[in-house]
């Protein structure tokens, strides 16, 4: 099937399979292998991505369903000049990462729910709950948590 | 693992799905959310012939309180609104704050994004927080085929684990839930063994009160049984009288009759027993204070 979706903001054209997962397409047709695939059931939320602004699990869609749709990956977090997205400088700085393999999810998650509730870094209940949709098992939820508030406050500050 | 090849529609409007579902023998399955669907697909546990997508088919996002003469305002979800939407109160009353506490037991906020309410009824897992929420409340279920239509009481749909009387050529369309009472207490309590884990036990409960006793009791155990169920002795003991700690103490014990369960790794016989009655305790308790706290 031919689809076309907007990535990180570049239109592309697609000829995928309808079993191909948009995980996999990103992955595989598009080479943004950024985008991680641990579980491929929906648990563990390395392949965490925005649809549309909402972060879903891209291993629990399919690409021909995001037919006219915008995705975001991790590859496109950064602004265009290369300058790192607030989170990605605040998980350097918290150490909220040790062997990366989760990280781009915990980002795509992060971004989104802080683009959706800024204050979301105040509510502890309602951050906590945001970050048991994924998994890190280096052990490093603390750090997690840190970089998102403090990724935050840079936001709040008018920081990049 | 990844999914078996497919056919793919993506249906615009009911009667394209309706078509499709006839059409498919059988072997056409209904892509909605597909959180469930799609993780049993990567596990090719299912390995349907065709998927039909109802994403793009107008006006299955519906949730409007309706009126119907002699039993009152129900609220009615259509096959496209998400888990995520219940996270806010649709409905201002005890109802919207019971769905409002369930669906934060709901996996997680991404997969809360996707999925649906009338999917996980379809899907009939077992401690699934919406199916128990039917059965406890006594929700009906619209289906649509072809040919015609019918509705259910939610009793009657889930027919017991992973099992519903959905035939396969039958769309479920909406499921409409009673309003409650305003001087209603609610609460959603659940075992688990991790955050991420599926509920080992889940009990939902509603006390109505007026004049300080009960007028209404509905008590709903999953996790007991291979389906939800109501504790009806329970409740019968609750009705009529005040919502002491005594009356809840000898509800919470009369419960574990609803337990009928083969044991698994994680619980016996006994062990389900025992923490049924003390989850069926916490949610009476919660539902008591919860009605102390609006009136």
């Known amino acids: 099937m031919n689809i076309s979706l907007t990535i990180n903001g570049e239109e592309r054209q697609l000829d995928v399979e309808p079993r191909r997962t948009l995980a996999d397409a990103l992955r595989d047709d598009c080479g943004l292998t950024g985008t991680h695939l641990g579980c491929e059931h929906g648990v563990c939320g390395a392949c965490t991505v925005q649809v549309d602004g909402t972060a879903v699990r891209s291993c629990l869609m399919f690409a021909v369903q995001c037919d006219g749709s915008t995705v975001r990956t991790v590859e496109g977090l950064a602004a265009p000049d290369g300058t790192p997205h607030p989170l990605q400088t605040a998980f350097a700085s918290e150490h909220a990462l040790q062997c990366g393999f989760c990280t781009p999810g915990f980002l795509m998650l992060a971004a989104a729910a802080l683009e959706e509730n800024p204050a979301l870094a105040d509510d502890p209940d309602g951050l906590r709950e945001l970050l048991t949709s994924n998994l890190c098992r280096c052990t490093g939820y603390e750090a997690i948590r840190l970089a998102v508030r403090l990724a935050a406050a840079m936001r709040n500050t008018g920081g990049t | ?40 697909m990567n596990y090719r546990a299912v390995r349907p012939v065709q998927l039909v997508d109802i994403n793009r088919v107008r006006d299955f996002g519906g949730l409007d309180v309706v009126t119907v003469p002699d039993s009152g305002p129900w609220l009615c979800v259509g096959p496209l609104v998400r888990h995520g939407r219940f996270e806010q109160q649709v409905e201002a009353g005890p109802l919207g704050r019971l769905l409002a506490r ?66 396969p050529d039958e769309l479920l369309t909406r499921v409409c839930l009673p309003l409650l009472p305003t001087a209603t207490g609610v609460a959603f309590v659940e075992h688990r063994r991790t955050a991420a884990s599926f509920a080992q036990l889940a009990v939902a409960a509603a006390l109505s009160a007026q004049d300080g006793v009960v007028a209404d009791a509905r008590i709903g155990l999953a996790g007991t049984a291979a389906r939800p169920t109501r504790a009806r002795a329970a409740e019968a003991l609750l009705t009529g009288r005040a919502p002491t700690d005594e009356a809840i103490n000898r509800a919470a014990a009369a419960s574990v009759g609803v ?37």
């Open chain 2, 102 to 167: 369930a669906v934060h037991f709901i996996a997680h906020p991404p997969v809360r994004a996707r999925g649906t309410m009338l999917g996980s009824l379809a899907y009939a897992h077992p401690t699934a927080e919406w199916p128990t929420l039917a059965v406890t409340l006594d929700a009906r279920l619209d289906l649509v085929h072809e040919h015609g239509a019918r509705t259910l009481s939610a009793d009657d749909f889930i027919t017991g684990s992973f099992a519903t009387a959905r035939r």
């Open chain 2, 259 to 295: 337990v009928d369960a083969p044991d698994d790794p994680h619980a016996g016989d006994s062990y389900r027993r025992h923490a049924a009655e003390v989850l069926v305790r916490r949610a009476l308790m919660q539902a008591r204070d919860d009605i102390a706290e609006r009136t």
């Open chain 2, 1 to 40: 693992m990844k999914p078996a090849p497919f056919e793919y529609l993506a249906a615009r409007t009911c009667d394209e799905v309706i078509g499709a579902l006839a059409a498919g023998e059988g072997e056409t399955r209904v892509l909605a959310g597909g959180q469930s669907l799609l993780l049993e």
